[in-house]
């Protein structure tokens, strides 16, 4: 990868980490009577884990969950779904016994 390379690449995770924190806020704003698009509780841990920049226990994870998101992750589900999508080799990454992190950030060797 040239630097320009890089620079894009970063640049575009700024971006798309930026809109995530819009889409989060107008969720947040949306009076009740509006029909609200649903996230689902891997999504919320994405963001989570994409606003901190840095690997978080589960039980951090479960705690902003329902602090920032107003959701109550059950946590033997969640860890489940976190595995099953380490195993496929997506998204997210196990950096320690229940403690997770976006892909991105481990392999990548830069956080946001």
Do not use: C
């Not at 971006?15 to 891997?42: E, W």
């Not at 963001?47 to 902003?64: A, R, T, V």
Request: overall charge positive; aromatic content about 6%.
């Amino acid at each position: 990868m040239t630097d320009l390379d890089n620079f894009l690449e970063i640049k575009k995770e700024l971006l798309q980490a930026q809109l995530k924190v819009i889409y989060r806020h107008q969720r947040k704003t949306t009076p009740h009577s509006q029909n609200i698009k649903r996230t689902s509780n891997l999504t919320i841990v994405e963001d989570i884990l994409q606003n901190y920049g840095q690997p978080l226990h589960i039980s951090k994870i479960i705690e902003i969950a329902h602090k920032d998101y107003n959701v109550k992750l059950e946590r033997d589900s969640i860890v489940s779904a976190l595995i099953k999508k380490i195993s496929a080799g997506k998204i997210f990454a196990r950096v320690s016994p229940n403690t997770f992190s976006l892909k991105s950030n481990v392999d990548g060797g830069h956080t946001l």
